[in-house]
C-alpha cells in the first residue's frame, strides 16, 4: 500500500474522515502502530519523559530526537503500509531561523517526514523558510510543553475569552503562512472545534475534544504504562486482553468511528 503523506491527510480533513496519530520511539513500535493502521506517527520529545525519565520535555536534544526518529523509520519502513514520520523539533532548537533549519535538516535526514514546532504567530518565518527548502510542518498550539515553565504548569489554555481569540487568529495565520498541519493541546472542545472550522489545514488534538480532524496520545499512556499522573484525555486500550497490536487496532477503530474521545475526555471553557 502507498505510504502516507501530507496529502492522504489533507484529503481525510477533505473528505470529513478522522485520521489517527500515535508516537513511538523505536522500529519495533512503529511498526506494530503503522500496521495496526495509525496513519502519522509522532517522534515525540515527550520520549524525554517516558524514556529517560526527565520531568519535562526540556532536556531532549535534536541529536537524540535525530537517533530516535532513525529507529521510528527503520521500523516504518517495514510496515504493510507505512505512515507519516513527523518529528518535534525539541526545546531552544528553532528560536532563530538558522537554528531551526539546521535541526530541521537533521530530522529530516534521520528519516522524518514532517517537523512539529510549539509557538504562535511567531513562527510565521520560520514556517515560511522551512516551507521554501521543502520541510513540512505541524504547528502545535494550546498547553505546550516546552513553555511548561513560562505557564506556570501544564494548564489547559484558552479558557479565556481572549486568549480563545488569539488563539484562533494565530491558527489562522499559522495555516495561512504554510503550516501543513496543525495540532491543539488541552484547549475547551468548543474552542477546538471552532479552530478546526476556520483553518483548510488538519488539525490535531490531543485533550481538544472529538471536533478535531485527528487525535493524537503518547503510546506509553494508551497501553497504560504510565505510573505516575494519568491526564483527563488519555483512555487505557490495553484492557480486555489485547496486546499491544491489538491495543493500537482499537484505537485507531475509535478515533476513525469518533467514539474516542468521549465527552469525559475533554475540557470546557
Not at 1 to 28: C, G, H
Not at 90 to 118: C, I, N, W
Request: charged fraction near 20%; hydrophobic fraction near 45%; aromatic fraction near 6%.
Amino acid at each position: 500500500m502507498s505510504p502516507i503523506n501530507i496529502r492522504t491527510l489533507q484529503a481525510k480533513k477533505d473528505q470529513q474522515e478522522k485520521f489517527s496519530v500515535l508516537t513511538a520511539y523505536d522500529a519495533t513500535f512503529a511498526q506494530l502502530a503503522a500496521d495496526a493502521g495509525v496513519d502519522a506517527i509522532l517522534v515525540g520529545d515527550s520520549l524525554g519523559m517516558v524514556l529517560q525519565g526527565q520531568d519535562s520535555t526540556l532536556p531532549v536534544t535534536v541529536a537524540e530526537m535525530a537517533y530516535h526518529t532513525a529507529c521510528v523509520a527503520r521500523g516504518n519502513r517495514r510496515a504493510a503500509r507505512p505512515a507519516l514520520i513527523m518529528t518535534d523539533l525539541p526545546f531552544m532548537s528553532y528560536g532563530t531561523l538558522e537554528q531551526a533549519l539546521d535541526s530541521a535538516r537533521q530530522v529530516m535526514q534521520a528519516g522524518a517526514h514532517m517537523v512539529k514546532l510549539e509557538g504562535d504567530d511567531w513562527l510565521i518565518p520560520i514556517i515560511e523558510s522551512l516551507g521554501r527548502q521543502g520541510v513540512p510542518v505541524c504547528a502545535h498550539l494550546g498547553l505546550t510543553p516546552q513553555s511548561v515553565n513560562k505557564f506556570g504548569g501544564y494548564r489547559v489554555q484558552g479558557r479565556e475569552q481572549e486568549r480563545a481569540e488569539a488563539m484562533v487568529r494565530h491558527a489562522i495565520a499559522l495555516a495561512d503562512a504554510g503550516a501543513d498541519l496543525l495540532l491543539l493541546e488541552c484547549v475547551p472542545s468548543a474552542l477546538a472545534e471552532r479552530i478546526t472550522a476556520s483553518v483548510r489545514v488538519p488539525v490535531i488534538g490531543i485533550g481538544a475534544g472529538s471536533a478535531t480532524d485527528a487525535q493524537v496520545l503518547v503510546m506509553h499512556d494508551m497501553l497504560g504504562l504510565n505510573p505516575n499522573h494519568v491526564p483527563k484525555f488519555v483512555k487505557n486500550f490495553m484492557t480486555d486482553g489485547r496486546g499491544v497490536k491489538e491495543a493500537f487496532a482499537a484505537y485507531v477503530q475509535e478515533v476513525e468511528a469518533g467514539t474516542f474521545p468521549g465527552p469525559e475526555h475533554g475540557f470546557n471553557a
